[in-house]
Structure formats: structure tokens, C-alpha cells
């Protein structure tokens, strides 16, 4: 793994793996205090940042954006109506003429409204233009996933919608450290980004998190943990539960290798090969519903450039193709016991 | 605020007001529609004197474009039904609300287009050949050969690419708008959108973003009496688009978009108060499509022509505007010279088709670039892939007709 250092305008590094990261000026966070400084710096550093969405003044109903509109004022870090397509279009509208518009959508289920911007313009606008304008500096950040009680409308991963429109970026943090570097790559990619935020990470993830500005590269998936028989590839608070499942697995034998994607598209999809040709065995696993998941784009790709090393077909443990329920919820999830089970019948095919 | 509270809390606190409250159910049942600025008559005399400002030279040269871009607009029409392009989309009858406009504004304003205001590309110096070739979708259009024709877009001229679904760029323009606020800039986000266009939900988004937000935004809406073939009976009630702006707490305008003085004084005046109140201003032009909607449209099917035509002579806005003209002797010029301006302008058209329709359209490589700000690892792969087939189904593809081949 080489090692990437290149100094920005701000003072940034720009680093390939967390693990990269040789900094000691480390403080304990969680993931929206590891937002929320990803933010502070952000708007600290660019004067052309601004930062806007739903109750986003006051803190944000989940503290991201705490102490910041007192910081650098309401100009810069303000309340908008309530009303996402506006939100999406709102922020297209900044980014096309040079501002970085940060736009914050509530609860990814709540995106919908802002599908048609999302899709028809701030993916295209670059595009369509012959280049002559874009809105790569727009990013808009929203949270994801399951939380224990969110039922179908405070719990869903809609990334496949948006995988499915090139033009677009989707990133997926698992963890504070990754979140803080992932979210600054984002904000300063020259594309447009979705960063989605497990929200039940939030207060339960939490790691000594440096305090400089860095930036973790996107479109490179990391791998979590080597392994020799088989590979789990996964995201956001799912890595959790392949490391569970790992470690069941790991009991009778069998050594998981697992790759977060980071990047759900454009995904690194030269990491996956590699894994799964050393191993020859393969499970995706999200919470988003089966079909047309990205666990079928992944499949799909792997079985193309890894045909003649599979030893098993390739298993898919993911949400069913049901709305995301309530009081089902602990049969719903894809758990580590399911994926365990996925693991032993993958290598005992 | 008399209170200024300690972490800037706004106060909801109830208060009770006496005067807030009435004693017997009275509803809002009358909507006195707003009425039109005029500054000319239909016969382009000159009724609002104090509105008499406009440069003479400006005034003519407003003129000589929209009686060019008739011209134009006849042609490429022509030109679609004789197979050269294959879509176009004219705009006969509302040059004034366009150009006048443009006109009104500052070159440093962002203007955020549906997909009728070549007038305002033009009155900027966007030429005919530019026009042609995007519609041609050749190498030299600015768009890359990307979209149907129509689809401008000018970074120099700071007028933002059209896309075509509808609205879109109308909130688009309240987040531009508000950018060049907090930025002390003198700067505006000028917007254009049909009264059918106004019934996306964009636009309500956009109207109450840019007056809650303070933006430095201008509604422009052509209220050109049909979307398509729905006329505003089937659009909307009560009056017109102005009727709902003054409902968002915006500043509102009605304007005779016929009125070519009117039009350029209104938007005068709007973009001043934009930029000293630093908040939106909302103008609708009533005006009258008298062409079709698009080469796609027959709009004698839902309409008269009894109906064209009494707008087409009754209150066309090129005619008031040319009477106007001779009236106050501001128009030096004879009819020949018009006669001469059309002509040139035809020929000029004819000329940029040939000459468009023998370049070739953008390289194959340009359907793989601009999707992101380089073209990333997967595209490369599907270039490369496309390259292979047709390099070996070479036969089966017109591939000398993009630039540089295979």
C-alpha cells in the first residue's frame, strides 16, 4: 500500500487508507462529532462553503452541525424550508456558480422529492453543457439505514437509485475516522457527491479521530480484514456486522476477508477482483432490498472477471424485497447469523 | 429585535393582538387581478411619457434583433421540415419580453433559461452560427453534439445550458441568487419559465426559498396563454402566476410583454430593487405564443386561427415596438433597410446550415467525456470496449462521421 501525501490549498493531506494517517493529534469522537469537525473545517478553510438543510441551524437533529451557526454565522450555515426538491436545487443553483453548497437531507428517505434534481440535472449538468458549467461542488449529505425503530420511512438505503446514475458519486462511511476523511474528499471532489451517514452509528461508533484536515480517497474500497477463504464485501454499518460474522466463521476454520466499498459508485472494483481471486469465494452483503441491490451489480461484476476462480456462486445476504419494517425489524436484517450461514454453505458448496 | 436573546433564539411567544381578529366569518372571495405596466399602446403610441428613456440607439438596435430573429426562427423552422435539423422551437410574438429583458440586465447577470429566450442568448452576442450549430450538433457547438437542439448554453455569456425537464432551473437560479447575496455581489439570478411551467412544484420551492433566504433572484415568467396545447383555463385560477407571488411576501410586477418599453423599464427597476433590497422580484409578461409549440406541434388543432391572428395583428409586439419608432422619428431607417436586415439575416442562416451540416459531429471519445471532471477508470473500460467493436463491426457504424474516426 503506497503511501499518498500531497499538500492542498488547505493545508489538507490526502491519504488512501486511514490507517495511513500517521497523525498523534487525535481526540475521541463519535460520528457526528467527527462530522461535524469535517464541517468546521471545511468552513473554516473555503469562505465559498456554505452549509444548509432542514433545522441544520440549531445543530441539526442529529447534532452535525452543533456550534457551527454560531461560528460562522447564519450567511453561511442556515435553516431552509422545509422542502427537499428545493433543498437539491437550492444547492445545484450555488455549486453552478462557484459556491460549495453542503445540502443536508434529513432522512435519506426523504430524498425522493429531490430525485428529479438529483438525477436530471445535478448529474447531468456537467455533461449536458459540453463542460461550459457543473456542479461538482455540490454535496449532499443525508442519513442512511437502519436504527432500531425507524420502520420504513427513518431506515432506508436507497444507494442503488443513485448508483444507477453516472454523473453521480455515492459514498458510504463506516466509522468516525473514515466519515471526517470521506466526507472532506466529497466536499472537495469536483463531482457531485451523496454522502450518506449511518445514523446509528452517530453516537454508538466512536474512535480516536485526528484532528487535521485530511482526506481519505474516493472510489478505493479498503480491506478490513485479510483473509484466505472467502471474501464479505459490505458498507457503512454493515462492516460491523461482517466482522461479527467473521468471527463466528472463524471458529470452524474458515478465514473472512473483508472489503469495505467506501465508495458505492464509481466502486473500486480492481479490489474486489483481486480479493476474490485469491479467495474464489464471495458474499455481498446491505440492508437495501435484494433485487436490483447493489449486491446484484457487484455479483454481476465479480462473476465476469472472477468466472474461473469462483468455487461457489456468489451469495447475496441483504434486506428482503420488502418496505423496511417495524417490529420485524431484528428478522429483517441481514445479521451476522445469516451471513455465518451464507459463509458455511459458500464454502461447503 | 428587542430582545436579543442570549444563543439568538427566535421567540414564537404568544401575544395577544386585538386587531389580528375578526368577529364573523368573511372569506377572501374577490382576487382583483393585478393589472398590466404599459408604456405603448397597440399602435405604439406613447401613453406612460415618464417611461420614454430608453437610448435611441438601444431601442434600434433591440429592434433590428427581434425583426433578425423572426427571420431566423422562420428559417430553421424550414429548415427542421425540410430534414437539415430535427427539432426547433421558435418564438414568434415574444421577442419583446426577451430581449427587452436581456437588455434591461447587466452582462454579469446569471440568467437561468427555460428554452424560448434565443432572444436573450442573441441580445448577449450569441450568433446565428452558434444557434445552428448546436442544432446541428456538430464539433463546433458548445454542448459537445450532447442534446436535441435548442439546448444553448453560453459560459461566456453567463447564461446557464437548457435542460429540458421543465422548472428545474427556477429554484436553481434562488440558490445562484443567494450565493451572489452573501457574496456582496453585484450580481443577479435572472430565471425564465412558461405560466405552464409555473405549476411544478419547483416553482413553489423556488419562490419561497428565494424570498425566505433573501435572494438576489428575478422571476421572469412568459405567460404566453398555452403550454403546449394547454391553455391557462386548464393550467390554473386565480390571477395569472403574479396573483400567487405577492403570497411568498415577494415584490410582483405584471407587465404588457408586448410592450417592449414597458418590458425593458420593468426589469430595469426590478433589478435595482434587487440589488438595494437584496431580495427577489417577481415579473410576469403577458404575452401570446403565435407560433406552434415546437416542430413537433400543429396548434391549429386545439386553436383558431382567428385567434392567432388577432394577436398576430392586433398586439404583436415587433409591430408596436416599429410604430413606436417611426412615431417619435427614432427609426432613421426605411423599410428597405428592414427589408435588407432580413434578407442578410436569411442568408446568413442558409450559410451557417451548409456549412454546419458538412462538419462532423464531436469525436467518439466525447461520449465517454464530462460525465465526471475526467473520465474515470469504468469509462475508460467501455471506451476501450466500444473502440474494439467498432473497430471490428467498422462497416456496420458511421464512424467517419465523428471527428477523428476510430
Known sequence: ?????????????????????????????????????????????????????????????????????????T?????????????????????????TAIAEIQFSDYIFPAFDQIVNEAAKFRYRSGNQFDCGSLTIRSTWGAVGHGALYHSQSPEAYFAHTPGLKVVVPRDPIQAKGLLLASIRDKNPVIFFEPKALYRNAEDEVPLDDYELELSKAEVVQQGKHITLIGYGTQIRVLKEAAKLAEKDGVSCEIIDLQTIYPYDGQTLVDSVKKTGRCIISHEAPQTCGMGAELSAFIQEKCFLHLEAPIKRVTGYD???????????????????????????? | MKHFMRFSKISNAFKEVPSQYVYQIDPIKNFEPIKQFRVIDLEGNLI???YNNIPKETLNQIF????????????????????????????????????????????????????????????????????VNQCIGNHLDGGKGRQMPVHYGSKDLNIVTVSSPLTTQVPQASG?????????????????FGEGAASEGDFHS???????????????????????????????????????????????LKIDGNDLLAVYNGVKYAREQIIKNKEPFFIEFITYRIGDHSTSDHSVLYRSQEEIDSWKSGNNPINRLGLFLKKQGLRQFNDDHDNQIR??????????????????????????????????????EQYTELRQHLTKYKDQYPINKFKGGL
Open chain 1, 322 to 349: 420488502t418496505p423496511f419494517p417495524l417490529v420485524h425489524e431484528p428478522i429483517y436484517l441481514p445479521d451476522k447469523f445469516k451471513i455465518y450461514e451464507a459463509i458455511k454453505q459458500s464454502v461447503n458448496y
Open chain 2, 206 to 252: 423556488a419562490m419561497n426559498f428565494a424570498q425566505t433566504l433573501k435572494c438576489q433572484t428575478l422571476f421572469l415568467c412568459r405567460n404566453n396563454h398555452y403550454a403546449i396545447s394547454t391553455p391557462t383555463d386548464d393550467q390554473f385560477r386565480g390571477d395569472t402566476i403574479a396573483g400567487k407571488a405577492p403570497a411568498y411576501g415577494m415584490r410582483t
Open chain 2, 176 to 192: 445562484a441568487g443567494y450565493g451572489f447575496r452573501v457574496n456582496g455581489e453585484n450580481k443577479i439570478a435572472a430565471t425564465w
Open chain 2, 48 to 50: 406612460a411619457k415618464e
Open chain 1, 75 to 99: 450567511d453561511r450555515v442556515f435553516n431552509t424550508p422545509l422542502c427537499e426538491q428545493g433543498i437539491g436545487a437550492f444547492g445545484i443553483g450555488l455549486a453552478s456558480v462557484g459556491y
Open chain 2, 64 to 131: 433590428d434583433l427581434m425583426i433578425s430573429i423572426e427571420e431566423m426562427d422562420n428559417l430553421l423552422y424550414m429548415s427542421q421540415r425540410q430534414g437539415k435539423i430535427s427539432f426547433y422551437m421558435t418564438s414568434f410574438g415574444e421577442t419583446a419580453t426577451t430581449v427587452g429583458t436581456t437588455a434591461a440586465l447587466q452582462p454579469q447577470d446569471f440568467i437561468f433559461p427555460q428554452y424560448r429566450e434565443q432572444g436573450s442568448f442573441m441580445w448577449r452576442g450569441f450568433t446565428i452560427e452558434q444557434i
Open chain 1, 1 to 73: 500500500m503506497q503511501l499518498l501525501r500531497r499538500v492542498y490549498q488547505f493545508g489538507s493531506t490526502k491519504h488512501r487508507f486511514a490507517s495511513d494517517i500517521k497523525s498523534t493529534n487525535r481526540q475521541k469522537m463519535n460520528l457526528f462529532q467527527a462530522i461535524n469537525n469535517a464541517l468546521d473545517i471545511e468552513l473554516g478553510a473555503n469562505p465559498k462553503a456554505l452549509l444548509f438543510g432542514e433545522d441544520v441551524k440549531f445543530g441539526g437533529v442529529f447534532r452535525c452541525s452543533q456550534g457551527l451557526n454560531e461560528k460562522y454565522g
Open chain 2, 343 to 380: 434578407k442578410d439575416v436569411r442568408n446568413r442562416v442558409i450559410a451557417a446550415l451548409k456549412h454546419g451540416s458538412e462538419q462532423q459531429s464531436p469525436s467518439i471519445q466525447d461520449l465517454f467525456t464530462d460525465v465526471y471532471d475526467e473520465v474515470l477508470p469504468h469509462l475508460q
